[in-house]
């Protein structure tokens, strides 16, 4: 039998074998949005400023000098972000599953964990990149029941796992509920249904009943991490500042992401600059190439809007893969297009160059992004601030697990983390448009 692991040797083998270079490198290569924004991995804490120019000098006289009182001076305005958001990610090794494995512990330990560490970072990523892009909810019910007692209907199946625990609430308010996924069923049309159970999916006890999910859940109902939800009571927190909540107008709601009134704690509404442009994509059609409800049209229109209102330079359209593929449909009848298609990506997206008669823009399809908006961005607008980045805790001692004690045998807690937030510094270099029409 393979021999015990020791403290210390499973501490030497954690640092030597799952280095924090590993997983950063993995997360910032299998996005493209994490791999495209710039970052600042330096932020310690505390109020993060962000300065822009409210005003630009602007006074201009036909014939004469300006009245010396009348001179309208540059506005310099100081914005602030509070502190930055956080996101934690535990991994759990037990002692029995090491020593299970031929040969001794260390070897055992080298088979199992790079898998893992490769699906942990994938799965930490998709959770980053999801709140970053679309907002605070994970994905919202389709149906309630479905024709069961137990289940809901998703749209992105994806993005759950046996085990998982979420939070369910109302988009208008209600309490909100906690439940464990104990299946996932994939549709042939590319939803699923979730099985909910009231107690750890690990040990299900009971399922929801029927009576349960018709009283307490709606259609439409938004699926949430732990956390995201203020404690004791209905409030719904934004716990990391999404782009489309940046680039919305105040009040504006589009998927699970909501316009704020306020970015940097200034008020949108009284700076240009806070403003990005905003484009209703609730006439988009699916079944029809016509220019007057064309994905083409809207997003080279956003495009050249946000060059003459924000003197931006947007050059990439990030969308869902929906989106996407009726951009490429509307590519194939149409010559006022032409489009240098990329390979898909071996990481997961795909890329279309196109050119058109109002400019050049490349499409991108990102698959964690929702269906509801289209961002027409400028990179150079925005950066990831962040403290580090994503790094494994380690404990005062030098240790970078904790190890638990059971009647079942012994496991080694490692948790991970992420300190930051996205800043937009120029919204008005960008565009988004919103309210697309969803799957029917």
């Known amino acids: 039998m393979a021999s015990l692991t020791t403290t210390e040797s499973f501490n030497s083998m954690l640092k030597r ?69 956080e996101l934690w990610g535990a991994m759990v090794f037990n002692q029995k599953d090491l ?64 085990n998982q625990k979420i939070v369910v609430a109302a988009a208008t308010g209600g309490q909100p509920l906690t439940y464990y996924v104990s299946k996932v069923s994939v549709q042939s049309d590319g939803t699923g249904i979730l099985e909910l159970s009231d107690t750890s999916a690990q040990t299900v006890t009971g399922l929801v009943s029927s009576a349960d999910l018709n009283t307490e859940l709606s259609d439409n109902d938004f699926i949430y991490h732990p956390g995201v939800i203020a404690a004791g009571n209905t409030i719904i927190d934004e716990v990391f500042t999404s782009l489309p909540s940046q ?11 909501t316009g704020s009134t306020n970015l940097f704690g200034q008020p949108k509404t009284s700076y240009k600059h806070l403003q990005a442009l905003n484009v209703d994509g609730s006439t988009l059609d699916f079944d029809s190439s016509s220019a007057a409800n064309s994905h083409l049209e809207k997003i080279f229109d956003a495009q050249t809007t946000v060059r003459r209102l924000g003197r931006g330079n947007p050059g990439e359209a990030l969308m869902s893969y ?5 951009c490429m449909k509307e590519l194939e009848g149409n010559r006022q297009y032409q489009a240098d298609i990329s390979k898909a990506s071996k990481y997961g997206w795909s890329e279309i160059q196109v050119v058109g008669v109002k400019g050049a823009l490349k499409l991108v399809a990102v698959p964690e992004l929702d269906d509801a908006n289209i961002m027409i961005v400028d990179f150079d ?43 937009c510094s120029k919204p008005s270099s960008n565009a988004i448009i919103h309210d697309i029409p969803a799957v029917d």
């Not at 006289?61 to 009245?67: C, F, K, M, N, W």
């Open 17 to 85: 074998y799952m280095p924090y270079k590993l997983l950063s490198d993995e997360i910032i290569k299998r996005d493209y949005f994490l791999q495209r924004v710039s970052k600042d991995q330096n932020w310690k804490g505390g109020a993060l400023q962000v300065p822009f120019v409210g005003a630009n000098a602007t006074s201009l006289s036909i014939g004469s000098l300006t009245d010396s009182g009348e001179i309208g001076a540059d506005t310099f305005v100081r914005g602030e972000v509070g502190n930055y958001a």
């Open 99 to 162: 020593d299970q494995h031929s040969g001794s512990v260390e070897n055992s330990f080298l088979k199992i964990l790079p898998d893992r560490i490769d699906v942990f970072a994938q799965t930490m990523k998709e959770a980053l990149s999801g709140q970053l892009l679309n907002g605070s909810a994970i994905d919202k019910i389709r149906d309630i029941n479905n024709g069961t007692v137990d289940t809901i209907e998703v749209e992105r199946p994806e993005r759950f796992e046996i």
């Open 247 to 257: 680039l919305l107008a105040k009040d504006q709601v589009s998927g699970s992401a």
């Open 322 to 326: 929906r989106n996407f593929g009726q």
């Open 381 to 423: 607008s925005m950066k990831l601030h962040s403290n580090g980045f994503v790094e494994r805790r380690t404990a005062p001692d030098g240790k970078q697990f904790f190890e638990t004690r059971a009647s079942t045998g012994y496991s080694y807690i490692i948790d991970h983390r992420f300190y930051g937030d996205l800043v």
